[in-house]
């Protein structure tokens, strides 16, 4: 969990914003999109992002802790 809170708040704030709306409370795009100000289509764009650059900060932490054993 703390990893997770790490990388959520190491990423963009409107990156963080839709992925958290999304994920953690299920609103839908368009319910996001009308919360934030923006279109479905941007939402869905900020989400797809979000999602690749959380997947990245997961994986160059695991790495890390993995290279850690090594030394």
């Known amino acids: ?6 990388i959520l708040e190491a990423l963009p704030n409107s990156f963080r914003e839709v992925l958290a709306m ?3 409370e299920g ?4 319910d996001i999109a009308d919360a934030v100000g923006t279109t ?4 869905r764009w900020r ?3 979000a999602r ?3 997947r990245e900060h997961w994986e160059r932490q695991l790495g890390a802790e993995e ?3 090594l030394i």
């Open 67 to 69: 290279g850690s054993d």
């Open 1 to 6: 969990r703390v990893l997770v809170r790490r």
């Open 22 to 24: 999304r994920d953690l």
């Open 27 to 30: 609103m839908s795009c368009g």
């Open 52 to 54: 690749k650059l959380f």
């Open 40 to 43: 479905a289509g941007t939402v």
């Open 47 to 49: 989400l797809h992002h």
